[in-house]
């Protein structure tokens, strides 16, 4: 079984300023994670996801990312806030074998705002 | 995009009524996920495709939920007897070429009066 914790519904920060939304997640088998994006009144857009290979995984939009299995985290960061990234943002988690592990397991999202 | 579209794109229906609601992704997809997005409960799994085996139905909430995928294509969800508690986008989703990840569809959302 997964289940995924977003810290924070909602984090306001100010244009430049650095992003950092916090995930953790518990799994019973390796996981595979994703972060996904929900702009205003828009669908879900994957971010970036990790798999294997390289802790820090980089995505779009100048956003990155870090598993760490030892804190069963996955934070997502971003160095200069800008205003086209205010949206709502989603961690999820799945196993990597097959069946039922294929579902994503999300957490309930956090809002980010940025002030100019 | 994620190479599916979803109709309707909205609905609105009445208390009691069933509705049905289409996902019809591009050919050569074996697997199709449907989730739904709800303001009381987050984004939630509903259940699983995978080419002719079983469907994993564990995520669907009541009996009034069922999904049929024909022919491997087009997937349909229906909700019979709608309640208030319905009201949500749906989601549709394709795994993408190595399996790994989800890609979303726009989804179709239900407003249950």
């Known amino acids: ?116 | 995009g994620a190479g599916v579209s979803q109709s309707p794109s909205n609905k609105v229906t009445e208390k009691g009524k069933d509705v049905e609601l289409r996902c019809d992704p591009i050919s050569g997809h074996t697997a199709l996920y449907w989730y739904r997005q709800s303001l009381g409960q987050g984004l939630e799994f509903l259940i699983y495709f995978q080419g002719n085996s079983a469907p994993d139905k564990s995520g669907l909430p009541s009996d009034r939920f069922s999904a049929e995928r024909t022919g491997g294509s087009v997937s349909t969800l229906t909700i019979q007897r709608t309640q208030q508690e319905d009201s949500a986008v749906y989601l549709c989703a394709l795994p993408g070429r190595a399996g790994e990840t989800q890609y979303f569809g726009p989804g179709t959302r239900l407003l249950v009066l």
């Not at chain 1, 990790?50 to 997502?76: D, M």
């Not at chain 1, 200069?80 to 709502?88: F, L, R």
Request: glycine share 10%.
């Open chain 1, 1 to 116: 079984a997964q289940s995924v914790t977003q810290l924070g519904s909602h984090v306001s920060v100010s244009e430049g300023a650095l992003v950092l939304l916090r995930c953790n997640y518990s799994s019973s088998v390796p996981p595979y994670l994703f972060w996904y994006v929900q702009y205003p009144n828009q669908g879900l857009q994957l971010l970036l996801k990790y798999t294997t290979g390289a802790t820090l995984v980089k995505g779009i939009n100048g956003f990155e990312a870090e598993f760490k299995k030892s804190e069963t985290s996955f934070h997502l960061t971003k160095p200069s806030a800008h205003m086209s990234d205010a949206a709502e943002y989603f961690c999820a988690v799945r196993g990597i074998s097959g069946g039922s592990n294929y579902k994503l397991t999300f957490g309930k999202g956090t809002l980010l705002t940025v002030n100019p």
